[in-house]
């Protein structure tokens, strides 16, 4: 890229999230990731670059360790002319979803994180010619926390995503229930994920997005957007899985292609052999939480049922979604277990400030951070150096809890023998795939004060309202639900 030449007619919004925006090249597979402030939050130049310059470090020294070369892709930070990113914001202010609006985008320092775009396969500099699909699914916490210092027994019960959607729908965030748990998906077993992905076509919320050539076709931007209608979403995928057409519309089409959709990514992500040393975070058997999570229409339907508790985690080891886990997993004390030597370490740093930067609080996110966070022990000396240990790897499992996964489908000919990408098949058709990990942000140490009360906030509303409700009309009211008999496919 000849950040010298820039012209913003050339780029278009592509997404944002709570913290950046990104825009992609028209042509080109490359997107510009700013990052977004509130109104009067700005930060310096030197700052910013920084900020930058420290999440490339953490993706190539610690996430790319962990979950492997293949899925991860760091990028660089650049500088861009001041006039060209003014420009750029005018032009793109109009397509931003008004929920996001509360953050504006760094037009003051010129830097940027420039990244090849997910949404059309891997190819960095020139786009593919051939159709793609991208799937992204931001999967969050797959299991539920074993930590003795958890309080509430609900929480070794319940996860903390199908609570927290209880809170979520309360404030208006988004406007029903969904049926997906994050359980289901990392089951590994093909029935439950199947489920969970249908459910997350039900209702996307932020967790699905699906991309036709670089173009959102499906998802939701708020609680205002549209009802997801799955015809136009089958209009969309129907040449890509029956290009030979011979099925005839309606909802007959409709399901099809959408079960064909759903197996098609349910097989993408259980591959993968791709190399990481997620493996060395593994923690015993007894560290396991139960593999079920009481809320999850899917075990609530097999309770019904009288059929049996699913068994623990069947994930594939090299797949990403194994591997997203135990990161995860670095969570090790739950935020209850964590607050306190959170309170120790800034009881020490409030003594002696001029620590903070021995202690990496900020960076670097170099090969001495990774390496202290391969001590999972959960022996408590009483000394700092356990404390920050735990702190910082709270910070990894929350970004691995918060990150999203990008799936690219690309149809390719049945002879196709040139393509160095792996093939997943569909029942009409065959796809070049690649899987990758996008916003490995480490999230920053301040917001732990806010995941502890967070955490209690969601926890008491769905106690006081949800559960307490559940004990009383639930029992008789699920028996006579539908939800009660899924119909299990063959997957
Ligand atoms: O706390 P959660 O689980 O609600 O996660 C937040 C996300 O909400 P979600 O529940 O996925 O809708 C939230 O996503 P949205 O802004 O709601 O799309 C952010 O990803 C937030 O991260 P950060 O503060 O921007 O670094 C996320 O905060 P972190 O907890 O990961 O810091
Ligand atoms: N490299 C990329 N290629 C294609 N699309 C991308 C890329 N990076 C980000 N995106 C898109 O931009 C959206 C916002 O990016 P991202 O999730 O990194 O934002 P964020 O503000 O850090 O998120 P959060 O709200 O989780 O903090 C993503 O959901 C994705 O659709």
Sequence with gaps: MDEGKMDENEWGYHGEGNKSLVVAHAQRCVVLRFLKFPPNRKKTSEEIFQHLQNIVDFGKNVMKEFLGENYVHCGEVVQ?????????????????????????????????LCLP???????????EHR??????????????????????????????????????????KWKQISKYCPLDLYSGNKQRMYFALKSLLQEAQNNLKIFKNGELIYGCKDARSPVADWSELAHHLKPFFFPSNGLASGPHCTRAVIRELVRVITRVLLSGSDKGRAGALRSGPGLWGPPVCEASPFSRSLRCQGKNTPERSGLPKGCLLYKTLQVQMLDLLDIEGLYPLYRRVERYLEEFPEERKTLQIDGPYDEAFYQRLLDLSTEDDGTVAFALTKVQQYRVAMTAKDCSIMIALSPCLQDASSDQRPIVPSSRSRFAFSVSVLDLDLKPYESIPHQYKLDGKIVNYYLKTVHAKDATVMSARFKESEDCTLVLHKV
């Design 80 to 112: 861009l002319p001041l006039d060209f990113v003014k420009q750029l914001c005018l032009k793109i202010q109009c397509e931003r979803p008004e929920s996001r609006c509360d953050k504006d985008l760094d037009t003051l320092s010129g830097y940027a």
């Design 117 to 127: 775009n997910l949404a059309r396969l891997q190819t960095y500099h020139f786009a």
């Design 131 to 172: 159709p793609i699909l991208c799937v992204e699914i931001k999967p969050k916490c797959g299991f539920i926390p074993f930590s003795s210092d958890v309080t509430h027994e609900m929480k070794h019960k319940v996860c903390r995503y199908c609570m927290h959607q209880h809170l979520k729908v309360a404030t208006g």
